[in-house]
C-alpha cells in the first residue's frame, strides 16, 4: 500500500510575530520521511538560488485577478506557501514517467501536449511575459499561472470548486488525479495517513514574498513529533524498537548530511501568534458562531 501524509505549510513573520496556515494538502504516494526531506532541499535550493525572492508575484497577480473581492479571504500569505505547492507539483510532474499512458498516441492527440500547445499560443498571442524560465521547475510552475490564466480560468470552476481544487487542476494534464500532492481537502483524514510534515516559512516582511528561512518538522500521523516516537520505549517489542531505531538514524544522518533546517509547532507558539482562522474551518464557517459552551464540544 503507498505510504500518504499530510503537509501543512506555516508562514513565520517575524516582524509581526504571527503565524498562519497558509497551506495544508495530501499526499498520495511516498510520503516517507526521507522525501519530506528531500522536498525541504529542493525549496532551500530554489530559495538560495533566488536570494530569496521566489517569482510568488506569479500566482500573486494570477489569483487578484482571477478571484477579484475573494482575494482578501484567502489565509494571510497564501500565495508564498501556494506557490512552494506549486513548486512540489511541479517536480512530480517533471518525472519521465508522467503522462506514461499517452505515450503511444500521436503527438497532436497527447493531451499533455494539446495542453502546453493552448497554454504557449494563449500566452504568445495575449503578449504574456514571462513566456518562459530557465529553471526546469519554475518553467513548469510558469504553465501552471498559464493554464489559470489562459486556458482552465476560475470563472470557469468558481460555482462548483474550491480555490484549493482549481489550484490542484492547473498543475494535472486531465481531470485525473495522480499520485502525488493533492490540494483541496480542508482538514488532514487521520485514518488514511501514516505521517504529518510541517515545513515553516519565514518571511521578510520589509520585502514582499521574500522568505528568509525554511525548516520543517517530521510528524507522525496525530502531528507528534515523530523522532521521539521512534524513541526506544519498554512497551515496544524487540524487532518493533529495533526497526524504530534504525529508522531514526537514518533520518538523522540525513538531517545531519544535508544540514537540514528543523522547528516544530510547539517552538512556533512560543513566538509566534497564530493568526485566527478565517479558511481552513470549520467552526470558522460557522455563521452566526457557535457559543464557546457548544463550540467546544465539537
Given at each position: 500500500?503507498?505510504?500518504?501524509?499530510?503537509?501543512?505549510?506555516?508562514?513565520?513573520?517575524?516582524?509581526?510575530?504571527?503565524?498562519?496556515?497558509?497551506?495544508?494538502?495530501?499526499?498520495?504516494?511516498?510520503?516517507?520521511?526521507?522525501?519530506?526531506?528531500?522536498?525541504?532541499?529542493?525549496?532551500?535550493?530554489?530559495?538560495?538560488?533566488?536570494?530569496?525572492?521566489?517569482?510568488?508575484?506569479?500566482?500573486?497577480?494570477?489569483?487578484?485577478?482571477?478571484?477579484?473581492?475573494?482575494?482578501?479571504?484567502?489565509?494571510?500569505?497564501?500565495?508564498?506557501?501556494?506557490?512552494?505547492?506549486?513548486?512540489?507539483?511541479?517536480?512530480?510532474?517533471?518525472?519521465?514517467?508522467?503522462?506514461?499512458?499517452?505515450?503511444?498516441?500521436?503527438k497532436?492527440e497527447?493531451?499533455?501536449?494539446?495542453?502546453?500547445?493552448?497554454?504557449?499560443?494563449?500566452?504568445?498571442?495575449?503578449?504574456?511575459?514571462?513566456?518562459?524560465?530557465?529553471?526546469?521547475?519554475?518553467n513548469?510552475?510558469?504553465?501552471?499561472?498559464g493554464?489559470?490564466?489562459?486556458?482552465?480560468?476560475?470563472?470557469?470552476?468558481?460555482?462548483t470548486?474550491?480555490?484549493?481544487k482549481w489550484?490542484?487542476?492547473l498543475?494535472?494534464?486531465?481531470?485525473?488525479?495522480?499520485?502525488?500532492?493533492?490540494?483541496?481537502?480542508?482538514?488532514?483524514?487521520?485514518?488514511?495517513?501514516?505521517?504529518?510534515?510541517?515545513?515553516?516559512?519565514?518571511?521578510?516582511?520589509?520585502?514582499?514574498?521574500?522568505?528568509?528561512?525554511?525548516?520543517?518538522?517530521?510528524?507522525?500521523?496525530?502531528?507528534?513529533?515523530?523522532?521521539?516516537?521512534?524513541?526506544?520505549?519498554?512497551?515496544?517489542?524487540?524487532?518493533?524498537?529495533?526497526?524504530?531505531?534504525?529508522?531514526?538514524?537514518?533520518?538523522m544522518?540525513?538531517?545531519?548530511?544535508?544540514?537540514?533546517?528543523?522547528?516544530?509547532?510547539?517552538?512556533?507558539?512560543?513566538?509566534?501568534?497564530?493568526?485566527?482562522?478565517?479558511?481552513?474551518?470549520?467552526?470558522?464557517?460557522?455563521?452566526?458562531?457557535?457559543?464557546?459552551?457548544?463550540?467546544?464540544?465539537?
Amino acid at each position: 500500500m503507498s505510504t500518504r501524509g499530510w503537509y501543512e505549510y506555516y508562514v513565520l513573520d517575524p516582524t509581526t510575530n504571527r503565524r498562519t496556515l497558509a497551506m495544508q494538502f495530501y499526499k498520495w504516494g511516498d510520503a516517507v520521511p526521507e522525501h519530506a526531506l528531500e522536498e525541504w532541499r529542493v525549496f532551500s535550493d530554489q530559495i538560495e538560488n533566488a536570494d530569496g525572492l521566489l517569482p510568488v508575484v506569479w500566482l500573486d497577480d494570477l489569483l487578484r485577478q482571477q478571484l477579484g473581492e475573494l482575494y482578501a479571504r484567502l489565509p494571510t500569505h497564501f500565495s508564498v506557501a501556494a506557490f512552494l505547492f506549486l513548486i512540489q507539483r511541479a517536480e512530480e510532474e517533471h518525472s519521465p514517467f508522467r503522462n506514461w499512458e499517452f505515450r503511444n498516441l500521436p503527438k497532436e492527440e497527447r493531451p499533455d501536449y494539446r495542453l502546453g500547445f493552448a497554454i504557449g499560443k494563449a500566452m504568445a498571442l495575449a503578449g504574456f511575459q514571462p513566456q518562459e524560465h530557465p529553471d526546469a521547475l519554475l518553467n513548469r510552475v510558469l504553465g501552471f499561472i498559464g493554464a489559470g490564466h489562459f486556458v482552465r480560468p476560475w470563472r470557469d470552476y468558481g460555482l462548483t470548486w474550491s480555490v484549493l481544487k482549481w489550484l490542484q487542476y492547473l498543475t494535472q494534464v486531465t481531470l485525473k488525479e495522480e499520485m502525488g500532492s493533492i490540494a483541496g481537502d480542508l482538514q488532514a483524514p487521520v485514518w488514511d495517513i501514516s505521517y504529518r510534515y510541517r515545513f515553516f516559512i519565514w518571511i521578510d516582511s520589509r520585502t514582499p514574498f521574500k522568505i528568509s528561512r525554511l525548516a520543517v518538522e517530521l510528524c507522525n500521523e496525530h502531528g507528534g513529533d515523530l523522532l521521539v516516537e521512534l524513541e526506544d520505549h519498554p512497551d515496544k517489542t524487540a524487532m518493533q524498537a529495533e526497526y524504530d531505531r534504525n529508522q531514526a538514524n537514518r533520518l538523522m544522518d540525513l538531517i545531519a548530511e544535508g544540514k537540514i533546517d528543523r522547528f516544530s509547532l510547539k517552538e512556533a507558539d512560543e513566538t509566534f501568534q497564530a493568526d485566527e482562522d478565517s479558511f481552513w474551518g470549520p467552526d470558522c464557517h460557522e455563521r452566526p458562531p457557535l457559543p464557546p459552551a457548544i463550540a467546544l464540544k465539537r
